[in-house]
């Protein structure tokens, strides 16, 4: 279904699907190291996605427009910007942070570090991380240098301040991390940056954390007047822990005249089209990148199916599903972080499934959520059971089926989390159970996207029969887990309440 979008120049993209996947061998500029290295990832072509950005960055196109790409889910977005941006700094000889990309989670972020980090080292760029996974000193010690101490020589970090440097040329980072940088490390600046990539543009615009998108603009702007004149709404605080020195002369623009202009990059499967929503990048003469007509694309090997069941008897399709699945690594999302953690408490229940199933969302820990992923990962764990949490941009190989236990609401959802299989151009299947009357607003929903044939999958009634009897008992065990779970809570809640009451009592008397 083709929508037309309201800003003109959405209306002229350059479609990906005219290009096609091309050796690296014929990929014109692409410097040798970055080759040899990319062949080390086991890449010997560059995806459609790719070579697209690679024209109007390296190409004929050379950066002069902001690029806004769309583009299906394990299209490649990731090295279609991650290559470009290596290729265009592997000549600076000064370190100084000159690329950010921001993403919305930690997970999300680690994942996109590991593609620069198989790249940017092999021509002697450093990629760093904020995102908070370690405490906050060594994440200013990654990334922000100290002058070497002459021995003998004592000094007061606040004088050397003007040496600082960054110890990064590469930084992908989260808002949260970014801000607690840009706000308190004496030493990170931002003045120095070349190029900014959102990616999941249209989750990261709903993400207003501290303001980070207006305030890596103002920081990021072209002359040192546009930071501190008069007028502008920033704490000058903020600006004063960021101020740093200049290397005059070094680099193009430095010498009183204006820096290069900040690239942007801005990409998603589903990227918005809505003009207010775009109008807070900033963009500058924006170039649309898209798949073919339609707003949202499937990826083409996807394999779509949809299973009718009743209400009280979806856990005993999903269990007869995973069975007919024969431990292939699947990932099962639910509409909420409760019932997937009641979910997969339940099919733990279920005892002979023989396959491990872990649960993995917004609750948990990081390090447990990690620690998850990583064992999906590996394929010591087959099925996971999921939040929204996972929807977006994971990266796991093998993958080979993903479920939606509980519909998605919207067509974007859906997107998402089919797009967790079927990647690179991969086969995945993907499939719904639905209650009847929710039959009609999925196939609406699914008209909404292109590529969206999807059939009616059915189990067999006496494999769902069998299960019966081990399901009652299952449904008894949950019940006990998610009572002794809620009076751990009340427990774990009145004493936290009552050393809370204690420690204000205590600072009274104090
Ligand atoms: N040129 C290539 N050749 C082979 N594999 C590739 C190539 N480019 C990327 N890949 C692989 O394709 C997979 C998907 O890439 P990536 O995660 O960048 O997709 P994406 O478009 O960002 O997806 P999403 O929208 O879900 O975030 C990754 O496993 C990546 O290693």
């Not at 000064?94 to 972020?109: E, I, Q, Y």
């Not at 607003?441 to 081990?470: G, V, W």
């Amino acid at each position: 279904m083709k929508s037309e979008p309201v800003l003109p120049w959405m209306r002229r993209p350059v479609d990906v699907t005219n290009f096609e996947e091309r050796t690296l061998e014929a990929v014109p500029c692409l410097d040798p190291r970055l080759k040899v290295a990319l062949q080390k990832m086991s890449i010997s072509s560059l995806f459609p996605v790719q070579l697209a950005v690679w024209q109007e960055t390296i190409g004929p196109g050379c950066f002069e427009r902001d690029l806004c790409i769309n583009s299906p889910t394990g299209s490649g977005k990731t090295l279609a910007y991650a290559l470009p941006i290596v290729q265009m700094l592997l000549n600076r000889a000064v370190k100084c942070l000159r690329a950010l990309v921001v993403l919305p989670t930690r997970d999300l972020a680690l994942q996109v570090k590991e593609v620069f980090s198989a790249i940017a080292p092999v021509v002697g760029l450093s990629v760093g991380l904020a995102v908070g996974q370690s405490s906050i000193a060594d994440e200013i010690s990654d990334l922000v240098k100290r002058p070497k101490l002459e021995a003998g020589i004592c000094y007061d970090p606040e004088d050397h301040f003007q040496d600082l440097q960054s110890a990064v040329d590469i930084l992908v980072a989260t808002p949260g991390r970014l801000m607690d940088h840009i706000n308190t490390t004496k030493g990170f600046t931002l003045e120095h940056l070349c190029y900014l990539v959102v990616d999941e543009t249209d989750r990261m615009l709903r993400e207003a954390y501290q303001a980070w998108l207006p305030t890596v603009l103002q920081l990021s702007r072209s002359n040192y007047e546009s930071h501190f004149c008069c007028g502008n709404t920033f704490n000058h605080s903020i600006f004063g822990s960021l101020k740093t020195i200049r290397r005059c002369g070094v680099e193009r623009g430095f010498k009183d005249k204006p820096y290069p202009r900040l690239v942007k990059m801005v990409l998603s499967a589903t990227l918005t089209q809505d003009p207010s929503k775009l109008a807070q990048l900033d963009l500058h003469h924006p170039l649309f990148l898209t798949t073919g007509q339609s707003r949202y694309k499937l990826p083409d090997k996807l394999e779509s199916y949809k299973l009718i069941c009743e209400s009280k008897l979806k856990p005993l399709y999903l269990v007869g599903l995973l069975q007919s699945l024969e431990g292939e690594k699947c990932i099962v999302f639910t509409s909420s972080v409760e019932s997937t953690h009641r979910l997969c408490t339940l099919l733990n229940f279920f005892g002979d499934l023989k396959v491990k199933i872990k649960e993995y969302s917004g609750l948990q820990h990081q390090s447990v959520r990690s620690k998850t992923l990583k064992q999906f990962r590996e394929g010591e764990t087959q099925v996971l059971v999921s939040s929204d949490a996972m929807t977006r941009g994971m990266d796991v190989e093998g993958v080979r089926n993903v479920i939606n236990y509980d519909m998605p609401a919207y067509i974007k959802t859906y997107i998402h989390r089919v797009g967790r299989t079927a990647r690179a151009g991969r086969t995945g299947r993907c499939f719904t159970l639905l209650r009847k009357f929710e039959l009609k607003r999925f196939n609406k929903m699914l008209q909404k996207a292109d590529n969206n044939s999807c059939t009616y999958h059915s189990l067999l009634s006496s494999s769902i029969e069998s299960l019966q009897p081990i399901y009652i008992s299952a449904l008894e065990k949950l019940k006990e887990t998610v009572e002794s779970e809620a009076s751990r809570k009340r427990k774990f809640g009145f004493k936290f309440s009552k050393i809370r009451k204690g420690k204000k009592a205590h600072s009274a008397n104090v």
